[in-house]
């Protein structure tokens, strides 16, 4: 199975500042075919499902905002919001689909005002 | 917009069956994606349960593997999540899901299902 560890498990960052989670995978989720990482970000409000927010890694899903970013390849990642609102306050999470057999995500990471 | 409602029991006793069917409308369940069980314990974090294609094929999480069925009706445009020999572990919000190229897209509201006596 790949497992996913993002860092930090929480975080606490200032309104209008960066924020920056990072997910790491055990083995690579680059798919050599197309070139594409199987690599997907949502965020989770309480009470909520999770959001899909950012797929192959880098691609904003329609309608989410564009200080919402992802970066990365092969078995390393980030999430970054560049300019914290008080509404992206939400458990985030990663997850690789490139084990069609077995999907996995991260164990979350809770980011909260400072 | 495709939409996925989860329905079934809230409260399964110990060594029970869980049942739970989830709804899609909107959209086929022909369509060319797969549509997946994924699981929360309270205050926790995301488990995938497994998945089904139109056609039955299915891929389940090795750790419960023994103990999961996924089942299709096309005709209901619809999915079901069977979990066996359940126990207090296995007390969860539980969401069905559409996985596509883009991850997995769409989710139901989800429905929490305890495990008590």
């Known amino acids: 199975d790949i497992v996913m560890t993002q860092s930090p498990d929480s975080l606490a960052v200032s309104l209008g500042e960066r924020a920056t989670i990072n997910c790491k995978s055990s083995?690579?989720?680059?798919?050599?075919?197309?070139?594409?990482?199987?690599l997907a970000w949502y965020q989770q409000k309480p009470g909520q499902p999770p959001k899909l927010l950012i797929y192959?890694?880098?691609t904003r899903e329609s309608g989410v905002p564009d200080r919402f970013s992802g970066s990365g390849s092969g078995t390393d990642f980030t999430l970054t919001i560049s300019s914290l609102q008080a509404e992206d306050v939400a458990v985030y999470y990663c997850?690789?689909?490139?084990?069609?057999?077995?999907?996995?995500f991260g164990q979350g990471t809770k980011l909260e005002i400072k | 917009q495709v939409q996925l409602q989860e329905s079934g029991p809230g409260l399964v006793k110990p060594s029970g069956t869980l049942s739970l069917t989830c709804a899609v409308s909107?959209?086929?369940?022909?369509?060319?994606?797969?549509w997946s069980w994924i699981r929360q314990p309270p205050g926790k974090g995301l488990e995938w349960i497994g998945e089904?294609?139109?056609?039955?094929?299915?891929n389940y999480n090795p750790s419960l593997k023994s103990r999961v069925t996924i089942s299709v009706d096309k005709s209901k445009n619809q999915f079901s999540l069977k979990l066996s020999s359940v126990t207090a572990a296995d007390t969860a919000v539980y969401y069905c899901?559409?996985?596509?190229?883009?991850?997995?897209?769409?989710w139901g509201q989800g429905t929490l299902v305890t495990v008590s006596s």
């Open positions: 089904i294609y139109h056609s039955g094929s299915t």
């Open positions: 899901a559409r996985n596509s190229a883009a991850g997995t897209d769409y």
């Open positions: 083995q690579s989720v680059l798919y050599s075919s197309n070139n594409k990482n199987y």
């Open positions: 997850q690789q689909y490139y084990s069609t057999s077995m999907y996995t």
């Open positions: 192959w890694a880098s």
């Open positions: 909107g959209g086929s369940i022909s369509s060319s994606n797969w």
